[in-house]
């Protein structure tokens, strides 16, 4: 009797998981690696603390399958669960020095679960496409492939990871002035997803890191065009972060973790590169220092209403 009322105890807390969790979780295994060269210890703390997130959707999904897949007609929410084979991906690389095989066969299973959802995506949605009604959760179903191109050195398949880059990036030219316009011209998107208008600020950068860490010869006008259009999307977004976080709690606020930390591993990434092609700018290693400072205090600041919205409220609701 106990065991039964247990199990529906956590099913009952598994239904309250939300699926833009995913996000949060992608940002922290990202911020992981973020951080490594700085302090290794730090970045197996965002690995657990990924993976513990991880666990938390893993529990939703097996409780709460029916309503998740009801979720997943809404294009938002089925956009926002790309992020889920994102990070685990992400995560694998984190196994792969103790458990090569294993990490490698859950980064191709990642990878084909991303491009199921993407394929689920186009057909439920793409041809009834509207571009007033387009969201930036679109640049996640299909741009979000290219963290493939980051993470695919880790296991030697660069071939792969080029591949992937260019489905990324092409994709990215593609939506880029659709979803610009949508959120500029037409506006009115709804306050619950104002939070994902942060993930503006992922692609350029995605494809960036992705183009660095996949090509071993790179063009240096492509990385110049790439790091143009980073720099500018994070100040965009930069600019409408303040207005963002003034909005009550929206889970859809895990929005703001993944793309700070692309953003300031890309301008990181750059500066590296930049230094192989003899052009010291050492103003760009500032600048990817202050953008990891900041990816990390907006972590910090998303955990912290994570942990309001799960057990702070819930207690206040009790006494």
Known sequence: METTEQARGLGGAACKVPIPLAGLMLGLASAGNMISEYHEGLKALFGLLSLFAL???????????????????????????????????????????????????????????????MAYFTWAFMPKLEVRKLLPAYFVTYVGIAVGAVTAPTFGAHTIGQLLFWFGFASYLVLLPLIAYRAVVV??????????????????????????????????????????LSLSSYFVIIAYLPRLLRLRFYPSISAFTFPLVISAIATNATFEYLLTEGIDQPIFQWLAWLEVVFALAIILYVIVRYIHFFWVKDLLARS
């Open 55 to 117: 666990s938390l959707l893993a529990t939703r999904l097996l409780y709460d399958a029916a309503k998740f897949k009801e979720e997943l007609k809404d294009p938002a929410v089925a956009g926002i669960a790309c992020t889920i084979p994102m990070g685990v991906s992400i995560l694998s690389t984190y196994m792969e020095p103790s458990l090569p095989g294993i990490a490698y066969a859950i980064w191709v299973s990642m990878i084909a679960l991303h491009f199921a959802l």
């Open 187 to 228: 506006r009115g998107v709804p306050e619950p997803i104002m939070p994902s208008m942060a993930i503006f600020a992922a692609p350029a950068s995605l494809c960036l890191a992705g183009y660095l860490r996949s090509f071993e010869t790179r063009e240096l006008w492509l990385v110049g065009i790439m790091f143009a």
